[in-house]
């Protein structure tokens, strides 16, 4: 006959010696380790026949009682061929998503670490991309079920207005994924798998108007802009040739309308210290009565869902030039081109003013550590001119002095 074991009784269990094993039947048995602390297993053979043991609890917080309906249950797993330690693994993963794991809350954690070792400007870019790309169809998401399916629709949408803001998205949503799966949030080996879902994009230069014949129209267009944030931003473009993001994001206390001067801070520029936009003329009363219309918000160009905290979005600026007919024409960051191309064959404005004025970044360690020339004084002449010329060609005049000294 099989040896009959019998149930542990209260008393057995309360006695139990350190360094003992009482066994309590088909496979249960309570553990007593040399520090006299008792613990529960339950020894069992795994659906392909090796043996394993798995924990139930500390006694007395587990009893008898509840040790014994656990291993039941087990069993019960088991019979169905589920092996009880990938099943509470499961069972695990569920409850952690269920606390940290919708898209977002990864997502965040993901930027809030690579962050670090980001520049300020890449760091920017990285958070508008989640905040007006990603989050807002991705957000409520369990990390743990997005599927390559998921997000390819997604992505298919952005590469429509900003096809290498696409290619960033991708990366970012793979890099997400993977930190899901690095922080136990997400299966082994499910990275998405998103190579070639997007179009081939051949790279080219920004679509802008380099002949000052052509800049009429779209002078003309801007104008006619019926949303006046929309307006204004695309004037400071056009008159300043600022990075449409800096310009997106430009607040009140970076102006001093006095001076005609926007002293814009380096976190928000490439560049490791602050850059100053001279101002014309023709923008002061303009800014003057955008003053007016933005309340209490710190931004000269507020979002219209949460003025206070938020900006216009740069991509939003090439919208309305594409939906004013100038879709192929010119795009925000063509402003940049424009002036550097006419301004410098019709004004003949010096080579380095230009530069100073598009800040571009020095090139070489050399310059890059020592050359911090601004040329302000000669680029404050510089978008006065400018600004006057643009004038000249929107209301058809034919008398611009060309050929003035050059600054």
């Not at 870019?125 to 997604?154: C, G, H, N, Q, T």
């Amino acid at each position: 006959m099989p040896k009959v074991i019998r149930k542990l009784t209260d008393l057995e269990i309360r006695s139990a010696k350190p360094g003992e094993t009482k066994q309590d039947g088909k496979g249960l048995a309570l553990v007593v380790d040399v520090n006299g602390n008792k613990r529960w297993v339950l020894r069992y053979t795994r659906p392909d026949g090796r043996r394993n043991m798995i924990g139930l609890g500390s006694y007395p917080e587990v009893s008898a009682t509840a040790a014994r309906i656990e291993a039941t249950e087990v069993r019960t797993r088991l019979r169905r061929g589920i092996d009880p330690v990938e099943y509470r693994k499961s069972e695990k993963l569920e409850q952690q998503t269920a606390i940290r794991g919708t898209f977002r809350a990864i997502a965040e954690e993901w930027y809030s670490h690579k962050a670090k070792g980001w520049a300020k400007e890449t760091a920017r870019k990285a958070r508008e991309i989640l905040d007006d790309s990603l989050l807002p169809k991705l957000a409520r998401k369990p990390v743990a079920d997005i599927s390559s399916a998921d997000v390819k629709p997604i992505l298919l949408e952005i590469h429509e207005r900003a096809p290498m803001l696409a290619v960033k998205a991708r990366q970012y949503c793979c890099q997400i994924i993977s930190h899901a799966i690095q922080e136990g949030l997400r299966e082994d080996g499910r990275e998405l798998s998103l190579k070639g879902v997007l179009p081939k994009y051949k790279k080219s230069h920004y679509a802008a108007v380099t002949k000052s014949g052509d800049l009429p129209p779209v002078i003309k267009k801007i104008d006619g802009i019926t949303s006046v944030h929309s307006r204004v931003a695309l004037l400071v473009c056009l008159y300043t040739a600022s990075r449409p993001g800096v310009v997106a994001g430009m607040r009140w206390c970076e102006l001093n309308l006095d001076t005609r001067e926007w002293h814009i801070p380096a976190s928000r520029m490439k560049l490791p210290f602050e850059h100053i936009t001279p101002l014309p003329s023709q923008l002061i009363p303009i800014l003057k009565d955008l003053r007016v219309l933005a309340g209490e918000s710190p931004f000269v160009f507020p979002g219209t869902s949460d003025p206070m905290n938020k900006h216009i979005h740069r991509d939003s600026l090439s919208k309305v030039l594409r939906e004013n007919g100038l879709r192929g024409v010119i795009v925000t960051h063509g402003f940049r081109a424009t002036l550097r191309t006419i301004a410098r064959e019709r004004l003949r404005i010096h080579p380095d003013v230009l530069e100073a004025q598009l800040s571009h970044a020095k090139k070489g360690d050399v310059q890059k550590a020592y050359d911090r020339t601004q040329f302000l004084d000669e680029r404050h002449e510089l978008i006065q001119r400018w600004a006057d010329y643009i004038d000249a060609l929107k209301n058809d005049k034919t008398v611009v002095q060309l050929f003035k000294k050059s600054v």
